[in-house]
């Protein structure tokens, strides 16, 4: 056991009582909350002018935008409610105006309006376009005046800028570019340009991909229609095909592969667009006398009025009615080729015609011995049925373009406009 001396323990009690008392001194300086003053301050506030800015608002005058799309169904009443407006004067103009009525009177067209505050016609805008192929489009403009509602009829030329697009085919060609909201004529020159390496009918298989780079031609901003394809790629299973439209100043244009190579075919895969081959070339059970009997064409089914095009160039040699065969065009491509189709619902040509590759010989039907609406498809050589689907593949188009000056330049063009449709396709399925 270790002992201390009695002046070293008292050393030590002494600090401890010594801490403790610090301590407690520490303790009680803080002062006691409720016996402190209290004081109150005060500050005025400027108050908002509130009754200023009211009365300041109501000396503006609101104007309300609205924009609608005609229906066939419509009445001048029908449409200006739909935009909001109540306004029995424009209801009267907008019935007696030549120019408002034919401007009107069409459904599909985009009206963009303005109003007042109390609900009064200001101006309505519409444009658009008396022909498909128009390079130019009308905008029609009703204003109210002091004197009254004017309308101004002006034709400006289109704009062409650039879209890009592109989809993943489920089912077919023209559902994937339908669900993108691709116009139908960007898909029928889709179906056009790759016809010579892709048999949309047979061989376009589910997940096949494709970009599209085309233009858009707008009035005042609003897209109107569409107009050529600039490149394209389409990626069926594992090969990849693209295209370039490619055209030298005063030269004919056409579109070609990236590396130069022409894509046209001296025939066209099929010469019906969108359709299913319901029947091909050789021995098959005739529909409706049930023998076996030689096929010597390829049957596209296809809706009465499809159009049915020439797979090629050449003169009408026949058109008029053959017996079971209905209403028939034969098409002369050389001396010793020619093409047969037959069931139209209607002729579009007659005889001695010199016809172009994809112009419309008649419409499909099921004239003659048919058991539905299709079109009956033949291609002879010197007299001699020849299955079509191995001869629509010959290709003599012109020479590659890839030497030509500026083709490279487009081809790189076209490279980076594809890439970047294939991106917001990719973002656009995700």
Same mark, same amino acid.
């Given at each position: ?18 801490? *403790? ?81 034919? *401007? ?66 489920? !089912? ?77 100043? *005063? ?119 048919? !058991? ?59």
């Amino acid at each position: 056991m270790t002992t201390y001396p009695r002046h070293f323990m008292a050393v030590v009690g002494f600090v401890l009582l010594g801490g *403790g008392g610090g301590a407690f001194a520490v303790a009680n300086l803080g002062p006691d909350a409720a016996l402190l003053p209290v004081r109150i301050v005060s500050t005025p506030l400027e108050t908002l002018q509130l009754q200023e800015q009211a009365t300041s608002l109501d000396l503006k005058a609101m104007q309300l935008f609205r924009s609608e799309i005609t229906r066939s169904s419509d009445t001048p009443e029908s449409l200006l409610r739909r935009l909001a407006i109540v306004d029995p004067e424009a209801v009267t103009f907008l019935r007696k105006n030549a120019l408002a009525k034919d *401007g009107l009177v069409r459904a599909g067209r985009n009206i963009s309006a303005q109003a007042n505050e109390r609900q009064q016609l200001l101006s309505l805008t519409t444009r658009w376009l008396r022909n498909e192929t128009d390079t130019v489009f009308q905008r029609l403009t009703i204003k109210r005046t002091p004197e009254g509602f004017t309308a101004i009829l002006e034709t400006a030329p289109l704009v062409a800028n650039t879209q890009y697009s592109g989809a993943v085919v489920e !089912t077919s060609l023209f559902a994937a570019a339908d669900e993108a909201r691709i116009p139908d004529s960007v898909t029928s020159q889709l179906s056009d340009i790759f016809s010579s390496q892709i048999d949309f009918h047979r061989s376009l298989r589910k997940g096949s991909r494709f970009s599209v780079v085309y233009e858009a031609l707008e009035a005042d901003g609003e897209p109107l229609r569409a107009g050529k394809v600039l490149s394209a790629e389409m990626v069926n299973g594992s090969k990849s095909f693209q295209a370039v439209w490619f055209q030298e100043p *005063g030269q004919k244009g056409d579109y070609y592969s990236l590396d130069g190579k022409s894509l046209k075919n001296t025939f066209l895969a099929a010469p019906v667009r969108f359709s299913r081959m319901s029947s091909g070339f050789g021995m098959r059970l005739h529909p409706l006398f049930q023998t076996n009997r030689a096929h010597l064409g390829v049957d596209y089914a296809a809706p009465t009025g499809t159009p049915a095009m020439s797979v090629a160039d050449g003169v009408v040699e026949f058109a008029g009615h053959q017996s079971g065969y209905g209403n028939v065009v034969i098409v002369k491509h050389s001396p010793s080729q020619s093409t047969f189709y037959a069931h139209l619902n209607q002729i579009n040509v007659s005889k001695g015609k010199s016809i172009k590759q994809g112009e419309t010989v008649g419409t499909v039907g099921s004239t003659g011995w048919a !058991t539905g609406p299709h079109l009956h498809f033949e291609f002879r050589i010197n007299g001699l049925h020849v299955d079509p689907l191995t001869l629509a593949r010959q290709n003599s188009g012109p020479a590659s373009v890839a030497t030509r000056p500026g083709f490279n330049k487009m081809a790189d063009l076209a490279r980076t406009q594809l890439a970047s449709a294939g991106q917001l396709r990719e973002s656009n399925v995700q």
